[in-house]
């Protein structure tokens, strides 16, 4: 994973004259395509007004009533507003105090169809809410703390305000879990990663550490060995969860060494990760071990608290989907790597977008909501 790119120049930025502004009290402002850091990001881009929407407006001054109401703002909420704004549903994107999803914490994205030289993953949603905001869109970066799902018009409530909506698409995404130690934090996007997919492709070359246990753990280490010329599996218990075919493979792999009873006590490093000093569980060892990459692979948390209840949560924690975005609630649709436990990707979790709201468009008009949408509103 490279570092976070530090070109200042905002006529070289795909982003044009966006603006950035990392203020808590919306103060001072970078121009886009410079060093975002991983704070969250608020944007101003000139949106443009939803044509005819509802009177009623939040203490913010936006709709607090729509035809679509998107929650979450990764790749899946903001492709989903695109496409819902194109169709005339005056969607409003309630994004959360942290928006953008995963990438926000992501450094180089070069797996994304149309940046042939990759994109800073802060950039790529900013670039997305943009778009989003472009047609329309309607965004308030606020948490939802509740909804009600009993019916049209649903309700969800954020920071007090109620918003009500004919349709809802859901697309609040899965939380990586990390270590909870400081410097993983601080080297987060500079050598420290919770995907192998995304960045596995940095570490050619170099010798690196996966943690943890289950099958996922392992699926990391295998792709990883694509690349790295060692990859190191350390695990805290002396058994690991993974299934056997899984653990065989590794064990049988070249490049992979399986360290059991081990945890990552410090990630050293000044600008990026030059080594871990890890602890042995069994004897209380303390030992250095040099390494340039450190992918954390001990599971994902889906955000689905709010919706416990309402909808249907399968055994892992994530959202269940019936007929490839809809919910049990008719109406109710969900995208993204809220249900998505397989791909975890930007690219697939903006196809569900597209997909949940194209459905949401068609229930509307089925419901009498919306005239049929031309050939060419997608």
């Known amino acids: 994973m490279n570092e976070t790119n530090t070109a200042a120049d905002e006529a070289s930025s795909p982003l044009g004259g966006l603006t950035i502004d990392f203020s ?4 001072s402002k970078a121009p886009a395509g410079g060093s975002f850091g991983f704070s969250p990001i608020a944007i101003e881009s000139g949106a443009v007004a939803a044509p005819g929407g509802p009177s009623s407006q939040s203490a913010r001054g936006g709709r607090t009533h729509t035809k679509l109401l998107v929650i979450g703002s990764g790749p899946a909420g903001l492709t989903a507003a695109i ?3 194109r169709a005339n549903l005056e969607p409003v994107v309630l994004a959360g105090s942290a928006p953008g999803g995963q990438l926000m914490i992501t450094s180089d994205v070069e797996n994304y169809p149309g940046f042939p ?6 950039d790529l949603m900013a670039l997305f809410r943009a778009q989003a ?7 308030e970066d606020v948490d939802v703390d509740r909804v009600d799902l009993t019916g049209r018009p649903f309700h969800a409530w954020a920071r007090g305000v ?8 859901v697309a609040t995404g899965a ?3 990390w270590l909870g130690i400081e410097s993983e934090t601080r080297l987060r996007g500079r050598g420290v990663s919770a995907c192998a997919t995304c960045d596995g492709f940095f570490f050619r070359d170099k010798e690196i550490a996966v943690v943890g246990g289950g099958d996922t753990a392992f699926e990391e280490a295998l792709f990883l060995t694509r690349f790295a010329t060692k990859v190191h599996m350390l695990h805290r218990r002396e058994s690991f969860r993974a299934s056997k075919i899984m653990q065989d493979r590794a064990v ?7 360290h059991p009873n081990i945890v990552v006590e410090e990630v050293l490093g000044e600008h990026h990760v030059e080594a871990l000093q890890l602890r042995n569980t069994a004897s209380g060892e303390v030992d250095r071990m040099d390494v340039q990459g450190l992918f954390i692979a001990i599971g994902y948390k889906p955000n689905t608290q709010i919706f416990g209840g309402w909808l249907d949560i399968d055994p892992m924690g994530y959202l269940v989907v019936r007929d490839e975005t809809g919910s049990k609630i008719d109406g109710v649709f969900i995208a993204g790597d809220v249900h998505d436990h397989r791909y975890r990707q930007a690219v697939t979790a903006a196809g569900d977008g597209s997909k949940a709201a194209i459905d949401a468009e068609r229930w509307l008009e089925s419901q009498g909501v919306t005239e049929a949408s031309t050939a060419t509103a997608w």
Do not use: C, M, N, W
Request: glycine share 16%; proline share 5%.
């Open 24 to 27: 808590a009290d919306g103060g």
């Open 175 to 177: 939380s990586a879990l």
């Open 252 to 258: 049988a792999h070249p490049k992979i060494d399986i």
């Open 117 to 122: 030289d990759g994109i800073q993953g802060p």
């Open 83 to 85: 496409y819902g704004a």
């Open 162 to 169: 109620e918003y009500t909506a004919e349709a809802v698409i």
């Open 133 to 139: 905001e472009r047609f329309g869109t309607h965004i």
